[in-house]
Nanobody, 123 residues
């Protein structure tokens, strides 16, 4: 069992930066892949980024590539999403998720989810 808690969301102006954190409980964090998803009002939850268990491999949605970076610190049981050059269209609730597939991009590939954190980007 893995429990996840996101933090770091907030209100930022366009062009600004935020860093989201995802703290995990459980002894299996270092063996899980982590993913980040987001859901804007009235839209489906969409994939943002993923990182494998060691942090050596990452994958990003085209919409955030070059602006967002995901990383992890297994000693701290924490994953991160650094978001730079934010745009109003990045406004959404951001979720972290944990699973067992090496690099997963689909919602149903992640059995464990956090509660989400709101990110609002003003123009």
């Amino acid at each position: 069992q893995v429990q996840l808690v996101e933090s770091g969301g907030g209100l930022v102006q366009a062009g600004g930066s935020l860093r989201l954190s995802c703290a995990a409980s459980g002894r299996t964090f270092s063996s899980t892949a982590m993913g980040w998803f987001r859901q804007a009002p009235g839209k489906e939850r969409e994939f943002v980024a993923a990182i494998n268990w060691s942090g050596a491999s990452t994958y990003y949605a085209d919409s955030v590539k070059g602006r967002f970076t995901t990383s992890r610190d297994n000693a701290k049981n924490t994953a991160y999403l650094q978001m730079n050059s934010l745009k109003p269209e990045d406004t959404a609730v951001y979720y972290c998720a944990a699973g067992w597939i090496y690099i997963a991009t689909k919602r149903n590939e992640y059995p464990y989810w956090g509660q989400g954190t709101q990110v609002t980007v003003s123009s």
